[in-house]
């Protein structure tokens, strides 16, 4: 399988743009990674992190989104997106490599 690793879309630029603005650090990025647990098997964890030897980084705008190699096993393809609405906000992560997932659509199987 070749790595074509993650797509960030504009909107989810601007968002981790202002969430590490924030922290008042430039190297920091949206660390996105994939953990065991939920009724599916995997899910998704988020956090604003700098990178750490090994990780990769992928930009948009000057918005960084970090992935440990493990992790871009299961993310390989996917885009980053966020939207915005009256009843949720947040990021979507489009991973074409699920093949299930829960009701709440808080886990993911590959």
Known sequence: MAMVG???T????KRIKALVGGQ???AKGL???VVGGGCSGLQYKMDIDAAQPGD???ERDGARVVVDIKSLLFLNGTELDYEEGIMESGFRVNNPNVKRSCGCGASFGI
């Open 6 to 8: 993650i797509t960030v």
């Open 10 to 13: 504009e909107r989810a630029a």
């Open 24 to 26: 008042g650090d430039e």
């Open 31 to 33: 660390r996105l990674k």
């Open 56 to 58: 990769r980084v992928f």
